[in-house]
């Protein structure tokens, strides 16, 4: 019973493609989160989710869109793919109140050719 | 311009002795600090996180002590195991957002 699971684990696709990663988290909490970890190990949020609300978009390309039918589910969907999307992708959730950990899930590994 | 640092890409521990990684961090606001470990192929877990109005916080083998003076803080993991062997992310985070900041991350070898 994974508490954050993200599919697909692994994406390879052609530059210009459209491609979805999907995360769901079975923890009830309230916020979800979309980070990228770049080659340089950077682990940077692009997204922030409140109760299917967006919270948090930190100048991300328009090409990536992130969308949550229900607070349970945070999806992000990638147009005209570029080399430079190449990264891992992880969702994470949290909840509103107390400290402010995050749980993470296993994480995409996005490689655009 | 990172705001949470982590200065040693690496850093190699005898089995048993004490592991000490460091972080500094430029913005006062920070509310929060936390560790969080990451396995290959995994995503980070929550280790250990400590308010900006403590200068400790103990866990079992995990401590965390913060020098807001200095801006520095630093988990100590005592005695060390090899499944302690990852690589360690230090974050910060303000009460006004749910931003987290990561720093680059440290990579802990325990050695047997």
């Known amino acids: 019973d994974t508490a954050v699971s993200q599919t697909p684990k692994y994406l390879v696709t052609q530059m210009g493609n459209d491609k979805s990663i999907k995360c769901e988290q079975n923890l009830g909490h309230d916020t979800m989160y979309w980070y990228k970890q770049d080659s340089k190990k950077f682990l940077k949020i692009m997204f922030s989710y409140n109760n299917k609300e967006l919270i948090i978009n930190e100048t991300v390309p328009n090409r990536f869109s992130p969308k949550s039918p229900d607070k349970a589910h945070l999806n992000l969907h990638i147009n005209s793919l570029e080399l430079g999307d190449s990264a891992v992708y992880f969702c994470?959730?949290?909840?509103?109140?107390?400290?402010?950990?995050?749980?993470f899930g296993p994480g995409t590994r996005l490689t655009v050719l | 311009d990172q705001q949470v640092k982590q200065n040693s890409p690496s850093l190699s521990v005898q089995e048993g002795r004490i592991s000490i990684l460091n972080c500094d961090y430029t913005n006062s606001m920070f509310d929060y600090f936390l560790w969080y470990k990451k396995y290959p192929a995994e995503g980070p877990t929550f280790l250990i996180s400590i308010s900006s109005i403590k200068d400790k916080n103990e866990d079992g083998r995990f401590t965390v002590f913060l020098n807001k003076s200095a801006k520095h803080l630093s988990l100590h993991i005592v005695p060390s195991q090899p499944g302690d062997s990852a690589v360690y992310f230090c974050a910060a985070n303000t009460n006004r957002d749910d931003k987290i900041i990561f720093g680059k991350g440290t990579r802990l070898h325990i050695l047997p």
């Open positions: 994470a959730s949290s909840q509103a109140s107390g400290v402010p950990s995050q749980y």
